[in-house]
Every structure is written in C-alpha cells, then in structure tokens.
C-alpha cells in the first residue's frame, strides 16, 4: 500500500472519530484501567465513543508507523524507540486514569492507550526485518568470503 493512501486513511479516521466523539456527547465514566472499556458493559452502554475510540487508535497506530517507515533499515533501533513510545504511551494513560487528570480528554486518552498495544504489532514486525536483515548480511559476507 502507497504511504499516501495510509495517511488519507488516517486522516479520515481522525476526522470519522471526531465527528462521533461529537454525536456521541462528553461521556462522564470512572474506569480502573483503560483496557477495561472495550468490555461488554462499556461497549454496550457507549457504543458510538468506543468505535470513535477504536478507529482512533487505529489512525494513531497508522499515523505512528508511517512516521518510522521513513526511517530506511535500523530494524532494532526502530523497535526499541517504538517499545518505548508504547509503554510511556500505556504509562501515561493509566495515570490519566487513576488520578482524574484530564490533559486529555478520557476519549483520547483511551486512544492512546489502545494505540500504544496496537504498536506491539509493529515493534514485532521491525524484530522479525531485523534478524532477517541480519541473517542476509551473514549470508551474503559468507558468500563474498567463499568467492575470495
């Protein structure tokens, strides 16, 4: 897929979750974690924040990986920051969460938090490219030894 058509897809999804983010009303909820919400008795009692929510996540997620597919190779490196974005991403949401700080709203907040899990997929991705990228060079630089 053309990097283009990721970002217009991201955009959209911000926009599709800002707009049922407005249909939807402000939501006055107290969760103990922010990955208690996509249960049964929060999706059935906010179904349209919690799509608005999931399609956020998704445009961070896309957002974010487009951001380091820029980066050529560094498979390792692209990983560890990632894993590193993820967890002061998770960190973040649950302290939102437990002390009542609203720098965000609770709709972005849960984003962030989703985001940030959805991320493990990419930090996996960038860690398989990597030992096979690694396996190539060990490859290849046996062969070039073998033809000297």
Request: glycine share 6%.
């Amino acid at each position: 897929m053309r990097k283009e058509i990721i970002l217009a897809v991201a955009i959209g999804f911000f926009i599709l979750a800002t707009v049922l983010d407005y249909l939807a009303g402000p939501i006055g909820l107290t969760l103990p974690q922010p990955f208690v919400f996509f249960s049964k008795l929060y999706f059935d009692q906010y179904p349209l924040t919690a799509v608005a929510v999931g399609l956020r996540s998704i445009a961070i997620f896309l957002t974010v990986t487009l951001a380091f597919s820029l980066i050529e190779k560094n498979y390792f490196l692209k990983a560890a920051i990632l894993f590193v974005i993820s967890v002061l991403a998770v960190l973040y949401s649950i302290q939102q969460i437990k002390t009542g700080m609203r720098t965000t709203s609770l709709q972005w907040t849960l984003s962030i938090a989703h985001a940030a899990l959805l991320l493990g997929l990419t930090i996996l991705y960038n860690i398989i490219l990597g030992i096979i990228s690694g396996v190539k060079e060990k490859i290849k630089s046996a062969e070039e030894n073998n033809h000297e």
